[in-house]
C-alpha cells in the first residue's frame, strides 16, 4: 500500500506535512505534495489532518 496524493484536491496548505511523524511527505515548489514511501510507515495520520482528503490509502 501506499498513501496517494490527488492534485486536484491538495491546495498545499501543509499540515500533512507538519503532522507525519517520520518527516515522509515534502511539498515541492510548484506544490506538489511528495510521500518518500521509504520513510512511510503508513500510519495515517496524514490523512486525518488533511482538510480536503486529498491523502488516500491506495
Ligand atoms: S502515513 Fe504516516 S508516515 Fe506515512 S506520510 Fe502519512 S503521516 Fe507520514
Ligand atoms: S494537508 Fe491536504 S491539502 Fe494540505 S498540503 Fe497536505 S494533501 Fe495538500
Redesign the pocket.
Known amino acids: 500500500m501506499a498513501i496517494v ?2 492534485e486536484r ?9 507538519l ?1 507525519c511523524p517520520e518527516d515522509a ?1 515534502k ?1 515541492t515548489s510548484s ?1 506538489i ?1 511528495e510521500i518518500d514511501e521509504e520513510k512511510c510507515t503508513e500510519c495515517l495520520e ?1 490523512l486525518y ?7 488516500t490509502e491506495a
Do not use: Q, R
Not at 484536491?9 to 506535512?17: P, Q, R, S, T
Not at 489532518?49 to 491523502?55: E, K
Open positions: 496524493v490527488s484536491e491538495c491546495f498545499g496548505c501543509a499540515l500533512c506535512v503532522s511527505i511539498i506544490f505534495v496524514c489532518y488533511c482538510p480536503v482528503d486529498a491523502l
